[in-house]
């Protein structure tokens, strides 16, 4: 059989349920899986002390530190609160409500990811430090002010690894994926507090305590010593993602943001959920559980569990198989290992290797024998947007084949339509997902049955104008989402068509992706303003 053929077939296998009708029954069986573990699974559906929503009140300048699966970001977040705007100008521009400064950006090593809890932590406190004296030095020196912080900073933190929490500044890790090797059970907020602890010695110059207030000349010294920091919110990234656009964004009286939703690295959601949806153990979690009605939970929808709609209707295919057989923590996180851009990449090159095994004349490049040796950024940044001529040379710098011309058109070709398919799948399930999890939570509805298509309905209303439409914003962030050609605008196209043919009562209701950029951070800063407001 013809690498064409065999190549035909592969695409079939990641593609042939991309159809309105598979899609929706999908939806169908992700909502009714994610409301069954909801009231029944205590390893998803986890509970955060967010009990309510931000006002767009909230002030004050606080410490923020995003942890992501790659990256690690801090900086300075400075929430403005209600800025009114010139009433003399209805056009004039909203004023800027978030306000960001020192901001630092860095990725996480392997070899933090692999090593003791104790070194990744002492490598953030480094990171935290390294900002803060930042902001010192940019600060103006005056005789009477020793530090412009005062003694201890407010801190919001954004861990994107799952949680056990009962108070908004204390979390206990659990189980972690995206090749991180650290046990659970750690305290993070103790573990950041230690790491930072070094730093908060006091500075000496030659053997000597430097800052005495008897010499003036040690003003600019007495800057160097960092304030302590106080833990004011630790929270999941998703949970940060849903706050960070709720308070950015005034909402019109027919705008709410209803979901937060990570692609990035991983994958991840959150929503408001009533109490009595959740498993009742869950409860004993919420400082103040009888006077709680509503709480923002974090879903974990990837985790084991969560992707029995995808074998019901046999969605995954071997190349899936392998890789959560052969991941650091196997079939942990299954959905994720589908849709998720540490993943993406290896499914690729696990596909495109099957199908040159096939052909007995062609001689794989060594390198593309080698687990993630694909990266998901190659795939968007060179395999999405290059021409051929590019991209053949690009692929024969980063896998080259001891057979000469082995890239030819025709391998180009496939792996290009192998990566085209796996992007198109990944957002495709993601949407399924959304528009399920929005159904479990009654923001729309998916009827389990064929009724009247939304679309002619929706027209009808909106001809004898009595079509006012209710806008549900998905706050999303993450590197996947954002910045992979094509497919923002995929996972878009299909929310639109599930919520449209879903259920007539969806007429008057439209789901919106809206970017909450850098969510983490900022999302972290909002809560450490919100302390006050929740329960």
Not at 388 to 413: H, M, P
Not at 486 to 513: F, H, M, Y
Request: hydrophobic content about 40%; charged content about 25%; aromatic content about 6%.
């Amino acid at each position: 059989m013809s690498i064409e053929s065999t190549g035909a077939q592969a695409i079939t296998a990641l593609t042939n349920f991309i159809n309105e009708d598979k899609l929706l029954d999908l939806a169908s069986r992700f909502s009714d899986t994610y409301r069954h573990l909801a009231k029944t699974s205590e390893e998803h559906f986890l509970v955060t002390p967010v009990t309510a929503l931000p006002t767009g009140k909230e002030k004050g300048k606080f410490l923020s530190i995003d942890v992501g699966g790659t990256n690690l970001r801090v900086g300075f977040v400075e929430l403005m609160g209600e800025i009114e705007k010139d009433a003399k100008d209805e056009r004039s521009q909203p004023v800027q409500k978030i306000r960001r400064s020192h901001e630092k950006n860095w990725p996480i090593e392997e070899h933090l990811k692999m090593d003791q809890a104790e070194d990744l932590f002492t490598w953030i406190g480094d990171c935290i430090s390294n900002v803060i004296k930042d902001a010192l030095s940019d600060t103006p020196v005056t005789e009477s002010v020793e530090s412009p912080f005062g003694q201890e900073l407010l801190l919001g933190i954004t861990f994107s690894f799952p949680m056990e929490q009962t108070r908004l500044s204390e979390a206990k890790l659990l189980p972690m994926g995206k090749g991180f090797a650290m046990s659970c059970d750690l305290n993070l907020g103790k573990m950041l507090l230690a790491g930072y602890a070094r730093h908060l010695v006091e500075p000496r110059l030659n053997g000597q305590t430097v800052g005495g207030d008897e010499n003036p000349s040690n003003k600019r010294r007495k800057l160097s010593r960092l304030p302590r920091l106080r833990i004011a919110a630790i929270t999941n990234d998703t949970v940060a993602t849903f706050t960070s656009l709720a308070y950015a964004v005034k909402a019109a009286p027919n705008s709410r943001v209803a979901m937060g939703l990570i692609v990035g690295t991983g994958t991840n959601a959150t929503v408001p959920m009533k109490i009595q949806e959740l498993h009742p153990s869950k409860k004993k979690y919420l400082a103040d559980p009888e006077n709680v009605d509503m709480v923002v939970i974090n879903t974990e929808w990837t985790i084991r569990g969560t992707d029995q709609p995808l074998v019901d209707l046999n969605i995954k295919t071997k190349w899936d198989l392998e890789i959560s057989e052969k991941c650091e923590t196997p079939h942990f996180q299954p959905f994720e290992y589908m849709t998720a851009g540490r993943y993406l990449g290896e499914i690729v090159r696990l596909v495109f290797v099957d199908l040159i095994s096939n052909d007995p004349g062609a001689q794989l490049p060594p390198a593309l024998g080698k687990k993630n040796a694909v990266p998901t950024k190659f795939l968007s940044e060179v395999l999405a947007r290059a021409d051929d001529g590019t991209l053949i040379r690009e692929l024969e710098k980063n896998y080259a084949s001891s057979q000469s011309a082995f890239w030819t058109s025709t391998k180009v070709e496939l792996i290009r339509d192998i990566a085209h398919a796996v992007q198109q799948r990944s957002a495709a399930l993601i949407a399924a997902a959304c528009v399920g999890l929005l159904d479990c939570v009654h923001d729309i509805s998916l009827d389990r049955k064929e009724k009247t298509g939304v679309i002619e309905i929706r027209d009808e209303l909106h001809q004898h104008g009595e079509l006012e439409l209710e806008e549900l914003v998905i706050a999303y962030a993450g590197g996947t989402i954002s910045q992979y050609p094509g497919w923002l605008e995929t996972c878009q196209r299909w929310i639109d068509t599930l919520v449209a043919k879903g259920s007539p009562s969806n007429a008057t209701k439209r789901v919106v992706l809206r970017e909450a950029l850098d969510g983490g951070i900022v999302g972290a800063g909002v809560l450490a303003g919100m302390t006050d407001n929740i329960a």
